[in-house]
């Protein structure tokens, strides 16, 4: 053993990165000595010229080791929870807490989160805060570029966690995993300054800005009515004096393929985009101000977000905002249209693939003539039939979003070990969506949902965790039967830490779904 002590003293001071050989060897020496604590090691990394660390776990709660000489001062300042010298090294538990993860970015630049070099993405939401680990292994021999921090603020309320929170689980799921490669972390769904603010101090580098409820009502009016409102916007909105000149009575041509279409602005296409879309624009303008003010320089990217609306998004309606945003100069590096078909969470596509297509391939092409801007598609979760024809639609130029799918197959843990407890929660989504305390994209009556306790445990998991109602019910209602005030989520998140790889195996198995379905 000494001889090992000796060999790892020489590795720490040594140039070059040991080899996997010796980072396992480190890991099977460090586990023999410290009894009761499991190493991971594909964390191992190097800390300056004379340390290194690993991540560990210890009765469900992560721990980290520092390795240094034991004459040098410690390369984190923080007290350990214990301490154990062989030889020449130190070995220093930590526990690891937010603080602690808020400091690694600056000892591992790697473990900081950046903007998109340029790649197709996907959003791996973790609603657990404990699935980054999984989320690394389905996507690290891919191309596309993981978001593996993405929350929004309903479900940081309904996780009770922070900003902070996210960014530090997802943190240590690289940290832990050793993914080197880069990953993005998206603040999604802000709608205020006070949001904004909040995620940029956390070292979130995107900002989806959910300008839905911006979208001003043209019902009913006609064309005097139209542009009376237009005159309003001309005199209210900063650089609306200049959009007839820009656009009325204009086309623009977009490269589809091989064919070429026109998107024109006659009188009423130019009147009810911009009386409808004024004040999305100017809200955007002023929350862009704001993420450029809180990044205080540092790299960023925006998303306009209007697909949580039951009206379409229009080409024109893209391309002018898009264009404005040129125009001024602003960010804008995604937009999240309002599709063709139904996008509901953790189930199939609801629509004509072909019309989706055809959609999709419009507003990616409207991009490209714009600043070529990704297009982004929110709740793309199980959408594996479309996956395909979306690559080719936008030319691989997509940012595809899920989240609770995670979760939900998180709950096949929960199925196979703790029946009970599976049937508990199946019955408490139904109550929830009984008592109408949850939004539902899928009309589900719950008259028709069979009851968990007439289930055998094969149809108890084929209904829930196969079929779309059954899938669709436990992702919409997971704030109401595993959010922060649930008396389930203890037991569930227990479960999973005594089966961890079980529930790595299972998500990361699903997420591969979606990558092999986007890539081919």
Same mark, same amino acid.
């Given at each position: 053993?000494t ?73 984190l ?6 301490e ?13 807490d ?55 603020p309903?479900e ?5 966690? /922070? ?16 993914? !080197?490669?880069?990953f ?9 300054e ?19 409820g ?6 009913g009016?006609?064309? /005097? ?6 005159? /309003? ?16 009575? !204009? ?7 091989f ?38 320089g ?13 009206? /379409? ?37 609801k ?11 419009m ?49 096949r843990v ?67 039967t ?22 790595f ?10 990558v ?5």
């Amino acid at each position: 053993m000494t001889k090992k002590w000796q060999q790892l003293a020489q590795a720490l001071v040594a140039q070059s990165a040991p080899t996997q050989f010796a980072r396992e060897e480190i890991t099977r020496s460090l586990a023999e000595e410290l009894g009761g604590l499991v190493l991971h090691p594909r964390s191992f990394s190097r800390m300056g010229d004379d340390a290194a660390l690993l991540t560990a776990q210890e009765g469900g709660q992560r721990r980290l080791i520092t390795l240094s000489m034991a004459h040098h001062d410690r390369p984190l300042p923080r007290q350990p929870l214990g301490e154990l010298h062989r030889e020449k090294v130190r070995f220093d538990i930590l526990d690891v807490d937010p603080t602690l993860l808020g400091q690694l970015p600056d000892v591992l630049p790697w473990l900081r989160a950046r903007a998109n070099p340029g790649k197709c993405a996907m959003g791996l939401g973790d609603r657990l805060g404990i699935a980054s680990p999984a989320h690394v292994r389905a996507v690290e021999k891919s191309d596309l570029f993981p978001y593996l921090a993405l929350q929004s603020p309903a479900e940081l309320a309904s996780s009770g966690r /922070q900003w902070s929170d996210v960014m530090g689980d997802s943190c240590f799921g690289v940290l832990r995993e050793g993914y !080197r490669s880069g990953f993005g972390a998206d603040a999604d769904q802000l709608t205020s300054e006070a949001e904004v603010e909040a995620a940029a101090a956390a070292g979130f580098v995107r900002f989806t800005l959910n300008l839905t409820g911006e979208v001003a009502s043209v019902q009913g009016l006609d064309r /005097q009515a139209l542009s009376h409102r237009f005159v /309003q916007v001309e005199q209210e909105v900063p650089g609306a004096d200049q959009w007839r000149k820009r656009y009325l009575g !204009r086309g623009f041509e977009l490269s589809l393929g091989f064919t070429r279409q026109t998107v024109m602005f006659d009188e009423r296409t130019f009147l009810v985009t911009m009386v409808q879309y004024a004040p999305v624009w100017q809200r955007f303008t002023e929350l862009v101000a704001h993420v450029q003010s809180c990044t205080r320089g540092r790299p960023f990217e925006v998303e306009l977000a209007l697909f949580a609306t039951d009206e /379409q998004t229009t080409p024109e309606a893209h391309l002018f905002l898009a264009l404005e945003a040129t125009e001024r100069g602003l960010p804008l590096h995604g937009v999240a249209p309002r599709f063709v078909g139904r996008f509901a969470r953790c189930v199939p596509y609801k629509g004509s693939v072909t019309k989706l297509a055809r959609n999709v391939a419009m507003h990616a092409a409207v991009a490209r003539l714009a600043d070529n801007h990704r297009i982004a598609i929110h709740s793309g979760s199980d959408k594996f039939a479309i996956l395909g024809a979306l690559a080719e639609a936008t030319d691989g130029n997509f940012y595809l979003k899920t989240s609770g799918t995670s979760l939900v197959e998180a709950l096949r843990v929960v199925a196979s070990e703790e029946r009970e407890l599976f049937a508990a929660i199946c019955e408490a989504a139904l109550t929830t969506l009984r008592e109408g305390s949850a939004l539902f994209d899928l009309n589900i009556d719950p008259g028709k949902l069979p009851s968990p306790e007439t289930l055998d445990d094969d149809e108890l998991v084929g209904y829930f965790l196969e079929t779309d109602h059954g899938r669709h019910l436990l992702c919409e209602t997971w704030a109401q039967t595993l959010g922060a005030n649930s008396a389930f989520r203890p037991r569930l998140l227990a479960l999973l830490a005594h089966h961890e790889e079980r529930h790595f195996s299972y998500v990361q198995e699903h997420v591969e779904k979606h990558v092999k379905a986007l890539l081919g």
